[in-house]
């Protein structure tokens, strides 16, 4: 059974920082697009950032782009964001997800077959 477990959410400042990370287990995804999305009371889930199978291919929501990274170990199985000069408009669950087929970086949720439970982030004014 494919699980994704997002960590690191958590109640911070604006101006600060927080890192996330996604653990999937029950298959490797070394070969394949992952991502995150978030949704913030009252609004859809949108696009914040995605990277290919490799690491060398990274794509950001414009609205935090020059703030987020995301980052990728595949010797884990892993996937992070950072997140820095953190803003109250950033408040929202954030979800890790995974492509199954796609190994090209993906910024439609549609491309994704696997999510997680998501990780509550609030950033305070």
């Known amino acids: 059974q494919v699980q994704l477990v997002e960590s690191g959410g958590g109640l911070v400042q604006a101006g600060g920082s927080l890192r996330l990370s996604c653990a999937a287990s029950g298959r490797t995804f070394s070969s394949n697009a992952m991502g995150w999305f978030r949704q913030a009371p009252g609004k859809e889930r949108e696009f914040v950032a995605a990277?290919?199978?490799?690491?060398?291919?990274?794509v950001y929501a414009d609205s935090v782009k020059g703030r987020f990274t995301i980052s990728r170990d595949n010797t884990k199985n892993t996937v992070t964001l950072q997140m820095n000069s953190l803003k109250p408009e950033d408040t929202a669950i954030y979800y890790c997800?995974?492509?199954?087929?796609?190994?090209?970086?993906?910024?439609?949720?549609?491309?994704?077959?696997?999510w997680g439970q998501g990780t509550q982030v609030t950033v305070s004014s």
């Open positions: 997800a995974a492509s199954r087929i796609y190994r090209d970086v993906v910024k439609e949720a549609r491309g994704y077959d696997y």
């Open positions: 990277i290919n199978w490799n690491g060398g291919t990274t």
